[in-house]
Each structure stands twice: as C-alpha cells, then as structure tokens.
C-alpha cells in the first residue's frame, strides 16, 4: 500500500481534504432535505476513508479500487442529487489518486471516464424552459470545458510532482553511491601507499640497520681494550636492536591487511600477549563473535585496539587494562578501558592516534566514543550496525 509519509505525498494529500472539505460544504449550502444531505454527506466521507490506503499491487487490485471510487461518485450523483460542483470536485480527487496508482495508459483512462461522467451528468440534465434552453447549454459547455481543463492541468501538475520527487530520489540514491565509490578509491589508494612506504622502509632503513647491527657484533667480538669505548658500542648497538624493531613495528602497522588471514580474535589475543610482553599488565579480554566480519571491519577494530594498547603503555601509567568485544543484535561493540591517569579529551588537540581511530569508525558509518577525565582512567568504545554494510 502506498503511504503519504514523503513530503510530496503529504501535499498532495492536503490538497486533497481541501477539495473534499469544499466538497462537504457545497453540499451543505445545498439547503437540501435533511435524509438526502446525510446520504451524501455519508458517500464522501466513505470515499475519504478509501483514499486512506491506495493500492499498489496487482493491476486487478487497482481497477477494483477505482471502480469503486466511480461507483462512489456516480451512485450518490444520479440517486441522491450529488451537485455538479461536488461531482467535479471528487473527480478531481479521483484524477489525483489515479496518478499514484496508475502510469501514463492507465491515468489517461481515468481522465477519460471522468469527463465522460462529467459530460453525461451534466448536459443530460432535463431542462426546465426551453426559453433558457440556448443559455443552460451554452453554460453547460462552458462548465464542461473548464472541468476539462483543470482535470487536465492537474494530471500534469501531478506528474510533473511526481517526476520531480522521483528524479530526486535518484539523484540522492547516486550521490550515496558516488560517495561510497569515492570512499572506497580513497582508501585503496591510502592503503596501496601505506604498502610502497612499508616497502621503503623495509627494503631501506631495514636493512641499512641491519647491517649496521652485523658490524657492531663483529666490533664487540674482536674488541680487546678501551672499555669506555666499548660500553659506547654496546649502547650503539642496543640502540641499532631498538631501531631495527621499532620499524619492523612501524612497517606492521602500515601493512593493508594486519590481520594476515587471522582471525580479529585471535589478532587481538596475539596483541595483548605482546601488550603484556611489554608492560607487564595483563589484560582482561572478552569476546563473543558468532558471526565472521568482513575483512575492512575486521582491519579497522583491530587497528583501534593497536593504538588503544599503544596509548595506554606510553602515556596512561595503568596498572589494569580491559577489552571487550562481541555481537549483539546486529550490532558490532568494542570497548577499551583503562584505569591509568587519563587526561582531558577537549585540551588534547594533538591526539592524531585518536583522530584516526575516530574516522575508522566513521568511515564504516560506526560511532565511536571516547570517555576520559584526569585521575579517573580512560574508556574507548566503538559500536558499529552490520546492516549498514
């Protein structure tokens, strides 16, 4: 059933209780008797209730429904002395409906069988005095011809509305798609340049280090005196070690797909052993993952819980972190919490680790929450709805 809930239809629809309210009120300045006004009075509101719900099914459906609506017209115009006026004004209702229920073919009938109706309730009406005969006619053409021209002007008005309302919707429903589309290129280039600097860095500054770290063991191995200097190289070649893992962390970090055909639990598990390697905090992690994830989902989540975990061991001085992250009717919910330090969300402005986390989840149409004060810990949640995927 078609619904007036777009604001086209919602005009049309008011349009339509005036035309009916003008309708009711020519027939009560009728000055008719009382049995034959509630008769009609009764016929239109039976009418208002049809055009409540319209059909938009089979074409059987549709033909019953405005033969029924005919029938509504007509009956109450040939038995209960339905006024001309009111006659064109249901009419106009029933052309007005007829543009949502039916195409081009079908509302050209219509329009048809309503001035036909029109035409035969109109100029077969007997006239009283042939002295008035020439000018009864000459109105009652006149009438006909105007009742004409406004059943047609509104069935191109009606379209034309329609046509316009449509045409937006498409427009709108392209723009949704361009801006995925958009979304999707920016972020295959931003990955395909993540991999090429991963690569530089690797086959680069890797190796560079790398080898500065073969010489420094080979220095140590044949050093004989100068214990100061000896302690310098050491120091060196800790620092080279640091380095060299530093950007082998990095160059994980940049890689496109972290997960490497893992699953996101089981991704995660491996960062907090490494989370507890590091700091020496054991986090508490729970999770419920009836459903797999798509691969984009499974990256982002997971490269929020990364800078999450990096965040707490530099800057947090927390002594009990806590993830979660499960599926519950339809929705995708991570949170990260930690009882360390935490600091004031609106004076840190510089907080790009934050910032990427923020548009992960935005670019998946997620929302993401952040919830910190100073001395009361830090609390990061992502909740994503996988229908909107």
């Known amino acids: 059933m078609i619904r007036y809930s777009h604001q086209t239809f919602r005009l049309l629809l008011y349009l339509e209780w005036l035309l009916l309210a003008a309708a009711v009120l020519t027939e009560i300045l009728s000055f008719s008797s009382s049995w034959s006004l509630l008769w009609r009075i009764l016929t239109i509101a039976v009418f208002v209730l049809v055009g409540l719900r319209l059909p938009n099914g089979e074409l059987a459906g549709k033909v019953l429904y405005t033969t029924v609506e005919f029938g509504l017209i ?31 073919s079908g509302q050209l009938f219509v329009i048809s069988l309503a001035l036909l109706s029109l035409g035969i309730l109109t100029l077969l009406k007997p006239i009283p005095s042939d002295r008035v005969r020439a000018m009864v006619l000459d109105w009652r053409l006149s009438s006909m011809l105007l009742f004409s021209l406004t059943l047609v002007l509104a069935l191109l008005l009606i379209n034309a509305l329609l046509a316009e309302r449509e045409s937006r919707e498409e427009l709108e429903m392209a723009h949704q798609q361009l801006r995925q589309y958009a979304l999707r290129i920016e972020d295959q280039a931003t990955l395909q340049e993540r991999n090429r600097i991963a690569r530089e860095i690797h086959d680069g500054l890797g190796h560079i280090l790398a080898a500065q770290t073969i010489q420094i063991n080979n220095a140590l191995l044949f050093w004989q005196s100068h214990d100061k200097a000896l302690t310098f190289v050491k120091q060196a070649k800790q620092l080279g070690s640091e380095a060299l893992q530093e950007i082998r962390r990095s160059v994980s970090v940049l890689r496109s797909n972290p997960l490497q055909g893992q699953s996101l639990e089981f991704a995660i598990e491996k960062l907090l052993k490494d989370f507890q390697h590091t700091t020496g905090i054991e986090p508490s992690y729970k999770t419920y993952l009836p459903l797999p994830l798509p691969t984009e989902v499974s990256t982002a989540f997971y490269r929020v819980v990364q800078e999450s975990l990096t965040n707490i061991g530099k800057h947090a001085q927390a002594t009990a972190v806590t993830v979660q992250l499960y599926q519950q009717a339809g929705i995708l919910y991570l949170a990260i919490e930690d009882n360390g330090k935490g600091f004031n969300p609106i004076q840190n402005t510089t907080g790009f680790g934050l910032q990427g986390m923020r548009e992960r989840a935005t670019m998946l149409g997620g929302q993401f929450n952040l919830s910190s004060q100073p001395g009361t810990g830090c609390r990061i949640s992502v909740s994503l709805l996988l229908s909107n995927l």
């Open 74 to 104: 007509l009956l109450p115009a040939t038995q209960g002395g339905l006024s001309s006026r009111s006659v064109f004004l249901l009419s106009l209702v029933l052309v007005m409906r007829s543009c949502m229920v039916f195409k081009r």
